[in-house]
């Protein structure tokens, strides 16, 4: 997948309009990247959704962890997402980690590093 990444980008972050999301409580976006439109669209969901409690980043694509399927061993994930999904983290911990308010419960999921030590 081709993404302009947050990391190589001298532009500022979008400001979306102002609408508030009243409902929405949880929110899971799978195969979550560096990518700027998808940081965006997350810093958006934060900043204007009072009603949100939980949001979980997922990294690694929708693969299970040995940890999940008490299995010893990850099914195999592709070097793109194990490439990725540090890239994915750093532009959580950067641009949206901060602006979580403290009642609302953020869960990143990256691929298991017992299984996927070194890349692979």
């Known amino acids: ?25 949880s929110v899971t976006i799978s195969g979550f990247c560096s990518a700027k439109s998808l940081v965006e669209l997350t810093c958006h969901i934060v900043e204007s959704t009072t009603s949100l409690e939980r949001l979980e980043l997922d990294t690694t694509h929708g693969n299970a962890r040995c940890s999940e399927d008490s299995s010893d061993e990850c099914f195999p994930v ?13 532009a959580i911990r950067g641009y949206i980690e901060g602006k979580i308010p403290t009642n609302v419960e953020l869960n990143v999921l990256e691929p298991c590093s017992r299984c996927h030590a070194g890349g692979g």
């Not at 793109?80 to 983290?89: D, F, I, M, N, Q």
């Open 78 to 90: 592709s070097q793109g997402v194990l490439t990725e999904s540090p890239r994915a983290v750093l």
């Open 1 to 25: 997948m081709e993404h302009e990444s947050i990391f190589g980008s001298s532009s500022h972050l979008r400001q979306m309009p102002e609408y508030h999301h009243e409902h929405l409580k």
